[in-house]
T-cell receptor, first 113, second 114 residues
């Protein structure tokens, strides 16, 4: 499985933007970049995903580097409810790995009031 | 749309006992995953089903863990006999087969083995 590298932890202040980086230098052409987050005592929840172009949804934005070797999850205005572990995951869309979803250690985001 | 349902939410057993977890995925989702999450770590995939067939169980400790998905819908994960190191949250997730679609997770079952 293609691997991702994320910082262990990050801090942010409430109502400020947060940029969560992810490196995936061995990404293949068929890998989608997925982001999930896990709030305390909850199962992971989907945040956003993309293939090549930047993506926006109601929760966040995903900026993908031109060479696709890195990406950044952007929370435009962090709230206390955004404090969670954020996982960057590569998901093979070719079907060869049967759409496997493999989690790493993620980034623990702390939001200060 | 109803989410992924798991039961029980919590379970405490003694080592060497057996335990079973149940998962009801979102209706129509062909792919079902079972994950084990030990405190402080990311979820680890134990087994993945496509309809009622196993497509990946490479990290399932088959000497003590078993899972089945009858009729391609509900699934059960069993541990027999349990060890202290099996204490973890067991998460079930489901997704459709469409390319790049998201997976939906249940709230998990927290297992404590004493």
């Amino acid at each position: 499985d293609a691997k991702t590298t994320q910082p262990n932890s990050m801090e942010s202040n409430e109502e400020e933007p947060v940029h969560l980086p992810c490196n995936h230098s061995t990404i293949s052409g068929t890998d989608y970049i997925h982001w999930y987050r896990q709030l305390p005592s909850q199962g992971p929840e989907y945040v956003i995903h993309g293939l090549t172009s930047n993506v926006n949804n109601r929760m966040a934005s995903l900026a993908i580097a031109e060479d696709r070797k890195s990406s950044t999850l952007i929370l435009h205005r962090a709230t206390l409810r955004d404090a969670a572990v954020y996982y960057c995951i590569l998901r093979d869309s070719s079907g060869g790995s049967n759409y496997k979803l493999t989690f790493g250690k993620g980034t623990l985001l702390t939001v200060n009031p | 749309e109803a989410g992924v349902a798991q039961s029980p939410r919590y379970k405490i057993i003694e080592k060497r006992q057996s335990v079973a977890f149940w998962c009801n995925p979102i209706s129509g989702h062909a792919t079902l995953y079972w994950y084990q999450q030990i405190l402080g770590q990311g979820p680890k995939l134990l087994i993945q089903f496509q309809n009622n067939g196993v497509v990946d169980d490479s990290q399932l400790p088959k000497d003590r863990f078993s899972a089945e998905r009858l009729k391609g819908v509900d699934s059960t994960l069993k541990i027999q006999p349990a060890k202290l190191e099996d204490s973890a949250v067991y998460l079930c997730a489901s997704s459709s087969r469409l390319l790049g679609t998201e997976a939906f997770f249940g709230q998990g079952t927290r297992l404590t083995v004493v």
